[in-house]
């Protein structure tokens, strides 16, 4: 059995790229359509409402290119919206705030720490999804809101980062947590900024491969798998020129090509 | 005469609360409505045509508001959507890189430096109206995408708004230019840390002053003064907490008062 219907992967923006090739590493087979709300992001800044009004539109549009399974990359729509697109589609959906805790949880010894947008923070997303499943967990969150706008100005381990990333994460130091939980998708491109902030001891969990992960396990259970020749189509609301560019930056060495597309609104 | 019809002003988001501020200080007795697009911010960083399209949109739904005129405090909004918004209102709509251009000419001993979002910078709209009005100016622009983000934060003269300020702003400096556009509504809250980077010698022309005192010209000259009591309505289409915040960082001492609005879209 094969299907080779494609996996759907939505995200407010093109941060959730890291989570398209982390998706590609393990799933090479398959194919893959990406849909950026690049038109209206970043989510991670709005309120819930507007944030699962988005989301509920876009993903219908994901429907009708006969997706076998949506991954939701984007934290914040993963932390507010799952619920609304899980009623709204009839494939299953995967978000990255429960396969981010899990693999947090197996890796902690008991204090977890949490970074997002605010709207992913404000949430409470991650301390939910830890306590339901160990309720003794201790768990610290934190919104470091400046984090997408250097991972977007292509200042990864920029001198001006790691004194961001220092103030921002004092809350960690000091073995106040053992692991932090990357909680938006541009964050791994910040990961050496990150680490060195944290000095040595903090295990860091990367949302995009803990979905990818989930994922893949999921798509061998259901034996839902293609034996495709894999294959991307890369959908944007719009087509800025720094959205090429930041793609780039994500994507280095592939030979990028974004198309836009119209979402009724 | 009176007319006591409001002023519109139009921003993506709240930065443009430095136009309104700069407006209320010159006009005490005007009413004043303010639609902020929060759902769809920010246009700093989307194409023309996106920008366009949700703009003509935003000013549809203030012609509802019976607005004697219609001040555009977006920069971006400005240099790229301009002509479809006088052609879609009835009324005078005044954007600010005209106002902003005419200040830095009266200013300038020869060498303009521009500063502004990405979409802003990238349109050219500074440099164009620079040079209708004075050919021979020499005219420098840089984007600097991580201000807005910075000023949002509210480290206006944080350590790493200097150090920022310092990289993107090298290009001024050393006598090549003499006067540098602040063209977009939140960088006149980073003052001291521009002013800083820039060193003495370097006037700094603030776009919000500048299109304050054109409308207060405009409305002497067609007799469209209100004598009412002032007051203000604060329209927002998307309510998240960080907007309140920010509002409060910008009009300190006022209690401001967001009202949720729902643009057809």
């Not at 993903?59 to 949506?70: N, P, Q, R, W, Y």
């Not at 902690?108 to 830890?130: P, Q």
């Not at 967990?137 to 381990?157: I, K, M, Q």
């Not at 992960?213 to 259970?221: D, F, N, Q, Y």
Request: glycine share 10%; hydrophobic share 50%.
């Amino acid at each position: 059995m094969t299907d080779a219907r494609p996996i759907a992967i939505f995200d407010s923006g093109i941060g959730g790229l890291t989570v398209l090739a982390a998706l590609q590493r393990r799933l090479p087979g398959e194919r893959f359509v990406y849909l950026g709300d690049t038109a209206r992001l970043p989510y991670g800044t709005k309120s819930a409402e507007t944030v699962v009004r988005y989301a509920v539109r876009a993903a219908g549009f994901l429907a009708g290119h006969d997706a076998k399974l949506l991954v939701v990359a984007c934290n914040s729509v993963s932390a507010s919206a799952l619920p609304a697109l899980e009623e709204a589609m009839e494939v299953p959906v995967i978000g990255v705030v429960a396969p981010g805790a899990r693999t947090a949880l197996a890796a902690t010894r008991g204090r977890v720490g949490v970074i997002g947008t605010e709207s992913t923070v404000a949430s409470g997303a991650y301390e939910r999804a830890l306590r339901a499943l160990r309720p003794d967990v201790e768990v610290t969150a934190r919104a470091c809101p400046l984090f997408v706008p250097l991972a977007e100005e292509g200042w990864w381990d920029h001198p001006v980062t790691r004194e961001v990333a220092a103030l921002y994460l004092e809350p960690f130091t000091g073995g106040r947590v053992d692991t932090l939980i990357l909680g938006c998708t541009h964050y791994p491109l910040l990961r050496p900024a990150i680490a060195a902030a944290l000095g040595d001891g903090v295990r860091l969990v990367d949302s995009a491969e803990a979905v990818a992960a989930e994922v893949e396990a999921l798509v061998a259970h259901r034996d839902l798998g293609g034996k495709g020749g894999g294959g991307v189509r890369l959908l944007v609301t719009d087509a800025a020129a720094r959205i090429d560019r930041i793609a780039g930056l994500i994507l280095p060495g592939t030979a990028v090509h974004l198309e836009l597309v119209d979402l009724p609104d």
